[in-house]
């Protein structure tokens, strides 16, 4: 460990000491205990977002926009295109700033364009690292003191905001010494294995020594299936909350699954009445049906930064599908054209 690094994780200890705030020194507990528990990462692979920075802020930081969950650059891209596209036509009435956002989306349209500026702003399609923490029973479930919802509804389909829009890129800030710990490990990850062609590999080398800090963000959750080597594949997307995860589950054993996969009405109503028993468990983390083993598991990810910002999408990073206009032709005066 490095003088600078061991310093920050005193400064991170001594500020938890300082602050004596009983929910932080449990939060602390809690993540000593998995390390112990869980002492392993399993990558699952890359995940894209979209970042802005925008100079006349009071905090200059890079900010999230569009949440660091999408499979492909092009995903985020788009995603960068309607955010654009719906800032002209709903949130000014300004002609040349209308003008402005409208350019920025007409170069998302022709080019797979990692980065636009718009109105002074830089907006960025960032890369980050999707990854778990197993142990000898595989991967780690939600911890006691992950955030949960006051009044858990299995019924209100609205998902809890997701916290990675507005989340500050900010590789100077912790959580705590075991996050400091954590982000210092991290700061040296690169692909290794022969799962991994050489390029890829090639290109995480280079990355660490582009970008050599980390930035964490905000912890998610999902659903993961055991295999039947004990391997975990994840099943949907990535959840906010533990129970955001827990409803996706039981919706999907409810009947999302049935109708999806053309179950009889045998297994339809055996796969119905595995989700009543998970659901009457309250705040249980795994279900078994026939012979699958569901768990709410976990999720980390990360972002690595560099002295210009957060690293984009790598050379080696796969696209299905390329640019292309998504949405109605938007007119400096806010008049839509749905004609062409």
């Known amino acids: 460990m490095t003088d600078d690094w061991k310093r920050r994780l005193d400064a991170l200890h001594d500020e938890l ?44 930081h890079w900010r999230l926009v569009k949440p660091v969950m999408d499979g492909m650059p ?19 009435d300004d002609p040349a700033e209308r003008r402005a956002l409208l350019a920025a989306v007409s170069v998302l349209e022709r080019d797979p364009a990692d980065e636009v500026e718009a109105l002074g702003v830089r907006y960025r399609v960032v890369r980050g690292d999707e990854f778990a923490r197993t142990g000898d029973d595989g991967l780690e479930p939600p911890r006691p003191t992950d955030p949960e919802p006051a009044v858990p509804s299995w019924e209100e389909r609205g998902r809890a905001p997701a916290p990675d829009v507005g989340f500050v890129l900010d590789p100077g800030r912790d959580e705590g010494p075991m996050a400091g710990a954590l982000r210092l490990g991290l700061r040296d990850f690169v692909y290794t294995g022969a799962r991994f062609p050489a390029e890829v590999r090639a290109d995480s080398v280079r990355a660490a020594a582009t970008h050599e800090d980390v930035v964490r963000l905000p912890v998610g959750f999902a659903v993961a299936e055991r295999g039947a080597l004990g391997c975990w594949t994840p099943c949907g997307s990535l959840h906010p909350t533990p129970h955001d995860a827990r409803r996706a589950l039981y919706d999907g054993m409810a009947g999302v699954w049935a109708t999806l996969h053309r179950y009889d009405e045998r297994r339809t109503a055996r796969y119905a009445h595995a989700a009543e028993e998970f659901r ?24 690595r930064m560099g002295p210009d910002g957060p690293e984009p999408p790598r050379p080696t990073d796969v696209d299905e599908y390329g640019p292309m206009k998504l949405h109605p032709t938007l007119c400096e005066d806010g008049t839509v054209r749905h004609d062409d």
């Open 280 to 303: 009457a468990a309250g705040r249980a983390d795994e279900a078994s049906v026939e012979d699958r083993l569901f768990r709410i598991c976990r999720v980390e990810r990360m972002v």
């Open 17 to 60: 000491v300082r602050r004596d705030d009983p929910v932080a020194w449990v939060t602390e507990a809690d993540a000593v205990e998995a390390s112990r528990r869980y002492p392993h990462l399993a990558l699952r692979g890359p995940v894209f977002g979209v970042a802005a920075h925008d100079p006349s802020a009071a905090q200059p």
């Open 74 to 92: 092009q995903q985020a891209r788009d995603g960068l295109n309607s955010h654009l596209w719906f800032t002209a036509k709903d949130r000014t």
